[in-house]
């Protein structure tokens, strides 16, 4: 009787636990591991048609320095053909193996892909991280 108490109440824990992290925020968090450099992506909130796109950009290594990237010139949202800087960038942390900063975009005109692309990091050419935009 015990146990099963203890079996109800972990598992409880763990599904709140989930629930409040990024990953389980509807797929607000992608990740690419290419290369000696993770990176990884997380949008602040789902994307909305007119609201400005906030995304923390994290970068993650044991073997190459980050210090000479700025973030803010290799990141961008694609639109239309178009490569867009971000207008803002907000808690930028870190150095040496380990960087990251929440990025702000223009808001999207119109619903459809998402597409925030990280440029020449760790000796990878593009990573795209794409969501859905729906339609209000």
């Known amino acids: 009787m015990r146990l099963s108490a203890l079996v109800g109440l972990l598992s409880a824990a763990a599904i709140l636990w989930s629930a409040g992290s990024p990953a389980a925020e509807e797929g607000l968090t992608k990740r690419d591991a290419r290369g000696p450099v993770t990176v990884i992506v997380t949008?602040?909130?789902?994307?909305e048609v007119g609201t400005p796109v906030k995304a923390k950009v994290v970068l993650d290594t044991h073997s190459v320095p980050l210090d000479?990237?700025?973030?803010?010139?290799?990141?961008?949202?694609?639109?239309?053909g178009a490569?867009?800087?971000?207008?803002?960038?907000?808690?930028?942390?870190?150095g040496g193996h380990h960087r990251s900063a929440v990025l702000i975009f223009p808001p999207p005109a119109r619903a459809g892909e998402l597409v925030i692309v990280v440029k020449n990091v760790g000796g990878v050419a593009e990573r795209s991280f794409a969501w859905v935009?729906?339609?209000?």
């Open 68 to 80: 000479s990237i700025k973030l803010e010139e290799a990141v961008v949202l694609r639109a239309d």
């Open 83 to 94: 490569d867009l800087a971000p207008t803002a960038v907000e808690e930028a942390a870190g």
């Open 133 to 136: 935009l729906p339609a209000r």
């Open 43 to 47: 949008l602040t909130a789902p994307p």
